[in-house]
């Protein structure tokens, strides 16, 4: 047994060296066409490059992976003082596997793993996509007058609804995000569809389709849940050496489900562990109710959605704003009418140093709307923090954080939480 083992130890160990091996000669090529790397080089890159400089040169895979660790020192309360006291201490420390993957000429394949993260201690694949820049895989040259404008997008993927998405932190991906947490209505579903892409210039266009199911599954629904709509419009420009300017605007449609994932379909968790409500993985996040869970009396009741959202970026040299406004209609097939929710993000940053290797800013988040039963709430968020790439690949951020909520019952009545959380990432 002790001998199987030292084999098997020994395997274990030769098969990472030369994945390691592999992945350092692969990062040294970084041929990947259409690519975004996950390091300082990808920051406000948001869709990958329409361009390329990258030549075709056979098959090729580059592992990549990323890993963070918080620092928490907040506190919360509430109107009813109910609150389990929270000490200062570290989070658990998240981590992602990456695989992307050179398949032929424009085609690439992005697959991620989640190998530790907040609600699920077992390693399970987020998702993953094929990629089509060129028809150059069928013949070179053919039909390379639509392939100048043509993006296709498939898979089991993160869906591109909105810009927030692009710096948000994901799981173990944080090294794009200015900010340790992401925005209260966290706009984040996988789901499996695709989307076409059409560009022009400065301009560009997506419509995509999706099945509207986060957890796939054939088996017969009580409630059909119909394929969900999403389109994006966007003008992106560098104007000069010192200013860029991008604007988008997206929305997210869905009929009909039992299920809408929009702003729950994050399975990783949030960053401000155990607020409010310690067994929520969520704590510090807000979903808009427009369905009834299968685990509620009576079965599900399924319900409709329709969320826009509209994003200006300007940087100007070193000084950066990043908006949102978004504005989510619907409801459960039970009400009489529809309830709205709205969401507003302002970042401002100022990147400086070396390379911008340094920033400070703050970013202030508020949502708004109507809970099923006629409540009007309030979500307001203000973090003031800065950051330090330390390296392309390694950086740590420093933040003061405060939330707080109005027009909640329960323990949410009067809840705020505050304090201080330091966050370092790994990313490569």
């Known amino acids: 047994m002790k001998l199987a083992n030292k084999y098997i130890t020994t395997v274990l160990v030769a098969v990472i060296m030369g994945a390691f091996s592999f992945s350092s000669q692969a990062q040294e090529r970084n ?15 948001f869709e990958a490059p329409f361009t390329t400089d990258k030549e075709f040169d056979g098959v090729y895979v580059r592992i990549g992976g990323s890993n963070t660790l918080q620092f928490q020192g907040l506190s919360h309360e509430n109107d009813a003082n109910n609150l389990s006291d929270l000490q200062s201490n570290f989070n658990l420390a998240t981590s992602n596997l990456d695989f992307d993957v050179a398949l ?26 094929l990629q089509l820049d060129s028809f150059d895989f069928i013949e070179e040259g053919f039909l390379a007058g639509l392939s100048d404008h043509l993006r296709i997008k498939v898979g089991h993927m993160e869906n591109n609804y909105g810009d927030t998405h692009f710096r948000r932190s994901d799981n173990g991906a944080a090294i794009l995000n200015p900010f340790v947490g992401n925005y209260i209505m966290d706009s984040f579903t996988t789901e499996v569809g695709g989307e076409v892409y059409v560009y022009s210039g400065d301009i560009f266009g997506m419509v995509g389709v999706t099945n509207g199911k986060l957890n796939q599954s054939t088996n017969e629904e009580t409630i059909k849940t119909k394929p969900s709509f999403l389109t994006k419009i966007g003008y992106d420009s560098q104007v000069n050496d010192d200013l860029r300017f991008r604007l988008t605007g997206s929305l997210f449609r869905v009929s009909q489900s039992s299920s809408i994932y929009l702003y729950s379909g994050d399975r990783a968790g949030t960053r401000y562990y ?10 510090g996040r807000y979903s808009p109710t427009f369905t009834v869970s299968s685990r509620a009396p009576g079965g599900p009741i399924a319900g409709e959605m329709t969320a826009i959202m509209i994003n ?33 993000g302002a970042e401002l940053l100022y990147r400086f140093g070396m390379d911008e290797d340094f920033y400070l ?26 950051g330090w790439f330390m390296t392309d690949n390694v950086m740590t951020k420093l933040e003061y ?23 370092a990432v790994v990313s490569f």
Do not use: C, W
């Not at 940087?315 to 709205?342: N, W, Y």
């Not at 800013?361 to 039963?373: D, I, L, M, P």
């Open 401 to 423: 954080v405060k939330q707080s909520y109005d027009g909640f019952t329960g323990d949410y009545a009067g809840a705020e939480f505050s304090g201080i959380m330091l966050e």
């Open 31 to 45: 041929n990947i066409q259409y690519y975004t790397p996950p390091t300082k080089a990808g920051l406000n890159v």
């Open 274 to 283: 155990n607020v409010i409500e310690p067994d929520n993985f969520r704590a």
């Open 361 to 386: 800013g703050t970013r202030y988040n508020t949502v708004s709307g109507e809970e099923v039963g006629g409540n009007d709430i309030d979500i307001n968020r203000i973090n003031i923090g800065g």
């Open 312 to 344: 200006p970026f300007v940087k100007f040299q070193g000084l950066e704003f990043f908006g949102v406004f978004e504005t989510v209609t619907g409801q459960i097939d039970t009400e009489a009418d529809s309830r709205t929710f709205t969401q507003l």
């Open 104 to 129: 032929a000429p424009g085609m690439r394949m992005h697959l991620r793993t989640y190998l530790s993260s907040q609600h699920h201690t077992e390693t399970y694949v987020k998702g993953g996509y």
